[in-house]
Structure formats: structure tokens, C-alpha cells
């Protein structure tokens, strides 16, 4: 009756403080206890999803935040250990967590991957500490190095950085001398972002000062490509940068509008039923909320079932985010939908000379569809 996704999101929702620029489902942490409480209650969470998902195998698993090294690694091993009995794990799962690098011991590294992690994604954001300042990061760029350095001592197979730009009063050599450190670093994968306001952020109400204009921002991001470029990185996603082979499997399963499961407060997945029906669920934010729901048995999913013009915006705003864009195979095999939906759009886009068909059979964005990315996704709106 039901798809059988391969990969599984795990929401930690609680950070030690609310950074100014964060619209993520996250928390500050103000009674400790919670997380005991929580890790038994996400595992409960866990059965019940295995329940329905029973014939799962999983390729990949992402624990993120909020910040997940606030559950130490006894709690990381209960959540792991119930996915393990509840679903099959593949053999060469990748198993991803987020940390945030402020004095974070080599000690609970080594006990985090005991546990089975084998991708640590490092939120770094900087390596400039007046910059991590402006945008109210708690450690420092030392924290981030002694970080990394640790996690290569202890043989994760892969490690992401992620890297802001476009930051208060950043300039483009500053800009340049994050993506230097970060090549000297060397990790396999780097996840490249922009800061965006968001609503209710407190930047938002608060504008910071000194914000790059959207040129600066533009030149920033053409230094920051040829160099990564120089380094043998290949930019494989619109903001994503890995070495041959370590692309992020998780993200890419989201970014080919794949089916994933969802446990933890805020978390949203997706599935498939027989016929093609494509559900998307999301559980309550709120973690209170969250955890009184699995307390009282009490679904804490809302249900949406995806409707054809749902379908084929929600598989634009992902997949043309890929430098490789996508095939007809592909959108016709993962939205159910005949690729005559979408033939006259592509056709109009292509006139613009914002997308083009390409002889290996893929659609893909120009380098002006990418330039407006979000213009373009938003064409499928009016699909
Ligand atoms: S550490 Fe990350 S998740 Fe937590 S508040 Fe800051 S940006 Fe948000």
C-alpha cells in the first residue's frame, strides 16, 4: 500500500541560543532533561513509523537540528539502535550528523561514530571571528579547526563544512579567505549558502548593517566557484561542492523529490501510495506539542495529499536546483505524471533561455535560469 522510503530524517530541535538569521525548527535549550525525555519518546516515534514503512531499507540517515550534539552519545545510540531494529539499514548507509563546532571533544566524536556515524556535517559558517560575531555564532574559528582536525583523527568517512557568504560588512577578499581556509581544510563536501532574511528572524525585524548589494553577493559567489573549481570540487547542486564520489546521498534523494520518513519535532516526509497518490506529512513543531502527541498516542503528523500542480512545482523547486538537472524518465517515474504537463512550460522557459534540453536527454537550467533560480521555480507555480 505504501512506497517504502529509503531514507530517514531525525529532528533534534533544541540549540543552546537562537542565532538572528535561523528560520529552522529550533529551540533553546532551558531544562537539560528534556533530552532524555525526548530521545525516548523520537524512538517511539520510530516504531510507529516502521510500522507503516515496515519494508524499508535505508540508505541514508540524517540526524539535524537544531543542534544534535546536545544529545550526547548514549542518546544518539538510542535513536540509532531503535532505526536499526526497526528497519533494515544497508550495509553502505550513509549515516549523516550535524554539530556545531564550539568545544566539541575528540572523546564524543570517537563515541558518535562507534555508534554507526559515518558523515559529520560541521555548521562552520565562517572562519572570520568578527563575522561569526555578526551573525551571533558562538565559536570561534579555532573551535571550528581543532573540530575538523578531531573528526579526521577519527575516520569519518566524509566530512561536510557548511559555509555562509554574503554576510554583515563581509568583503570579497574576506569572503575569498573563508574558501581558502576551507580548501586548506580540505573536507569532502561543502555546503555553500547564502544569508537570506527570513521572516520571524530576528534579523528580519532587526536588519543588520552592511549587508553586501546583490553585485558584491554575485562576485563573491563567481570568486568562490573558481576557486573551489581549481580545487577539485564540482558543484553538483546549486549551494552543494564535493569531491568525485561524495556527494551528499540524503540531500540528493530530496533534491530527485524521492521519498524519505520523518521523525522529530517539525520533521516532514514524503511517500508514495500504489497509485501514484503522493503524501507529504509534517509533525508539530512545537516540541512540547510533539511530545505530548507521542505521549497520548495521538498522530503528531498533519497529512497533505499532493495535488498534479503540487507534484510538479515540488519537483522543479528540487530538482532544478541540480547542476544536472533532470530527464523526462525521471519526472515521469517520480511524479506519476505524463511529461506532456509540463512539455509547454519547458518549451516557453526555453524560448526565455532560462532552461535547455541537452542531447544526454536532460533538461537544465542556462546559466541565466540559474542566475534566477527562484523566478524560474516559481514558473511551475503556474503549472
Ligand atoms: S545553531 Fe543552527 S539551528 Fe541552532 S539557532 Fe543557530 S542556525 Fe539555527
Redesign the pocket.
Known amino acids: 500500500m505504501f512506497s517504502h522510503p529509503s531514507s530517514i530524517y531525525v529532528h533534534l530541535p533544541w540549540?543552546?541560543?537562537?542565532?538572528p538569521?535561523?528560520d529552522?525548527n529550533?529551540h533553546v535549550l532551558n531544562d537539560e532533561s528534556r533530552l532524555n525525555a525526548y530521545t525516548k519518546l523520537i524512538t517511539k516515534d520510530i516504531e510507529n513509523e516502521a510500522k507503516k514503512f515496515k519494508k524499508s531499507k535505508l540508505k541514508t540517515i540524517f540526524i539535524g537540528?537544531?543542534?544534535p550534539n546536545l544529545f550526547g552519545p548514549i542518546n544518539i545510540a538510542k535513536i540509532f539502535d531503535s532505526i536499526n531494529i526497526n528497519f533494515h539499514i544497508e550495509a553502505d548507509c550513509e549515516i549523516t550528523m550535524e554539530i556545531?563546532p564550539d568545544s566539541i571533544k575528540k572523546t564524543k566524536l570517537i563515541e558518535y561514530r562507534s555508534v554507526g556515524i559515518n558523515r559529520l556535517s560541521i555548521?562552520a559558517q565562517s572562519f572570520n571571528e568578527k563575522l561569526l560575531k555578526s551573525i551571533?555564532?558562538d565559536h570561534s574559528p579555532k573551535h571550528i579547526e581543532s573540530v575538523f582536525k578531531a573528526a579526521n583523527e577519527v575516520k569519518f568517512e566524509s566530512i561536510n563544512i557548511d559555509l555562509m557568504f554574503g554576510l554583515p560588512n563581509q568583503s570579497r577578499v574576506m569572503a575569498k579567505n573563508d574558501i581558502k581556509k576551507i580548501i586548506d581544510l580540505s573536507p569532502e563536501h561543502i555546503s555553500y549558502y547564502q544569508l537570506t532574511i527570513e521572516p520571524n528572524t530576528k534579523f528580519f525585524y532587526d536588519k543588520p548593517n552592511g549587508l553586501p548589494s546583490s553585485d558584491k553577493q554575485n562576485l563573491i559567489q563567481e570568486d568562490c566557484l573558481n576557486l573551489l573549481e581549481k580545487a577539485g570540487y564540482e558543484r553538483y547542486e546549486i549551494s552543494a561542492f564535493s569531491k568525485k564520489n561524495f556527494e551528499c546521498k540524503h540531500n540528493l534523494n530530496y533534491w530527485k523529490f524521492g521519498d524519505y520518513i520523518a521523525v522529530g519535532a517539525g520533521a516532514h516526509g514524503k511517500y508514495r501510495l500504489t497509485n501514484d497518490d503522493m503524501i507529504r506529512y509534517q509533525n508539530a513543531s512545537n516540541p512540547n506539542i510533539y511530545m505530548k502527541n507521542i505521549i497520548s498516542n495521538k498522530s503528531s503528523h498533519k497529512e497533505k495529499l499532493l495535488s498534479n500542480s503540487d507534484k510538479i512545482f515540488e519537483f522543479m523547486l528540487n530538482n532544478l536546483r541540480l547542476m544536472s538537472g533532470f530527464s523526462i524518465a525521471h519526472f515521469e517515474s517520480a511524479t506519476g505524471l505524463k511529461y506532456d504537463a509540463i512539455e509547454k512550460k519547458l518549451s516557453e522557459l526555453n524560448n526565455l533561455n532560462l532552461i535547455k534540453y541537452y542531447p544526454s536527454g536532460y533538461w537544465k537550467p542556462t546559466a541565466l535560469g540559474f542566475k534566477f533560480l527562484d523566478n524560474l521555480q516559481c514558473e511551475f507555480l503556474k503549472v
Open positions: 540549540c543552546r541560543s537562537k542565532c538569521y535561523c529552522f529550533s537540528g537544531g543542534t556545531n555548521g551571533g555564532r
